[in-house]
């Protein structure tokens, strides 16, 4: 079983940065791809960026391409979404989560495919 617990969120300009964190406990941590999804008030859950178990490969959603940098560090249990050019779009609950499948091959975009969630991180960006 993970647990993920994500942190770093807060209030910041239109075109400033952020950088929220998640933060697992569990020795498999590193055997998953791990994904970050948002979602914001009235709105459905929408993925915004994964990564592979090796931190090999990325997969960002075109609201965030160029902009996000999803990253991990398994020797501290850690996955980091780095936020740059923020907009008032992105505001939003941050969430991270494990795939469902061990040395997954494959980038999934959609929540049914992650098995473990974290609490979630507030985003808010003003204009």
């Known amino acids: 079983q993970v647990q993920l617990v994500e942190s770093g969120g807060g209030l910041v300009q239109a075109g400033g940065s952020l950088r929220v964190s998640c933060a697992a406990s569990?020795?498999?941590?590193?055997?998953?791809?791990v994904g970050w999804f948002r979602q914001a008030r009235g709105k459905e859950r929408e993925f915004v960026a994964a990564?592979?178990?090796?931190?090999?490969?990325?997969y960002y959603a075109d609201a965030v391409k160029g902009r996000f940098t999803i990253s991990r560090d398994n020797a501290k249990n850690t996955v980091y979404l780095q936020m740059n050019s923020l907009k008032p779009e992105d505001t939003a609950v941050y969430y991270c989560?494990?795939?469902?499948?061990?040395?997954?091959?494959?980038?999934?975009?959609?929540?049914?495919?992650?098995?473990?969630w974290g609490q979630g991180t507030q985003v808010t960006v003003s204009s």
């Open positions: 989560a494990t795939d469902n499948t061990r040395y997954g091959v494959i980038l999934r975009t959609t929540p049914r495919n992650y098995e473990y």
């Open positions: 990564l592979t178990w090796s931190g090999g490969n990325t």
């Open positions: 569990g020795r498999t941590f590193s055997s998953y791809n």
